[in-house]
């Protein structure tokens, strides 16, 4: 998980918001007036927000890994916040499925755009996360989303695929004796830890513990 900032409400949303609510609210069966929270300009927003990756696992949404707008509070806890820019955001299906309406004040699930310290909570061996001793948020985080568990086989599979890509890149770059090759693949090991890079919360941490950038 990599620490985010909100970007600006769309004028779609904040202009139709309490009208899109309270329609909502009198006809809570009707998919049209549940789902505008997918209008384009929102989801369109919301993938720039977080690099077209879901907050919880970073796998880049796709069509391997699909995704969705998500509600970081479940509507069915709180339906007032169902158009709530603030409370939007994405996630991809799987790790969707495993949160479902999960919820609870003060155990609530880490806030990629809340929780300044996130980083620091969320601890990488390899491709499993674990959570920082004793922070009971980041357990019941990483424990319903199973991100270290073999029933995410396909998202642990491919973020042993990114460790050995990471790995190569920093053989090259600690054998590269061309000064331009060597910066080139400097830059390209810096862009992997960018925020909207695929795992760059992972490869981050790996390329720290190799002591280079
Ligand atoms: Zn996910």
Redesign the pocket.
């Known amino acids: 998980m990599r620490h985010i900032s909100k970007l600006a409400e769309p004028n779609v949303l904040s202009t139709n918001k309490a009208n899109w609510l309270t329609e909502y609210k009198a006809d809570k069966t009707n998919g049209t007036k549940k789902y505008r929270y997918r209008h384009s300009d929102i989801k369109g927003q919301l993938k720039d927000e977080t690099g077209f990756k879901?907050i919880?696992?970073e796998?880049k949404i796709g069509h391997n890994t699909p995704g969705d707008v998500e509600h970081i509070i479940p509507s069915s806890k709180n339906e007032d916040m169902h158009f709530e820019w603030e409370n939007l955001t994405i996630?991809?299906t799987?790790?969707n499925r495993r949160k479902n309406a999960y919820y609870e004040q003060g155990e609530e699930f880490l806030n990629p755009y809340s929780d300044n310290d996130l980083e620091d909570l969320i601890e990488h061996f390899g491709p499993i996360v674990n959570w920082r001793n004793g922070h009971v948020r980041a357990e019941i985080t990483v424990k319903i989303l199973e991100l270290n568990k073999p029933t995410r086989v396909q998202l642990i599979l491919r973020k042993i695929e990114k460790i050995e890509d990471t790995n190569t890149l920093i053989e090259r770059f600690i054998a590269e004796q061309n000064p331009t090759l060597k910066q080139i693949h400097k830059l390209q090991l810096e862009q992997m830890t960018l925020v909207d890079a695929e795992f760059s919360g992972m490869v981050k941490s790996l390329i720290s513990q190799k002591g280079i950038l």
């Open positions: 879901c919880y696992c796998s996630a991809c799987e790790c």
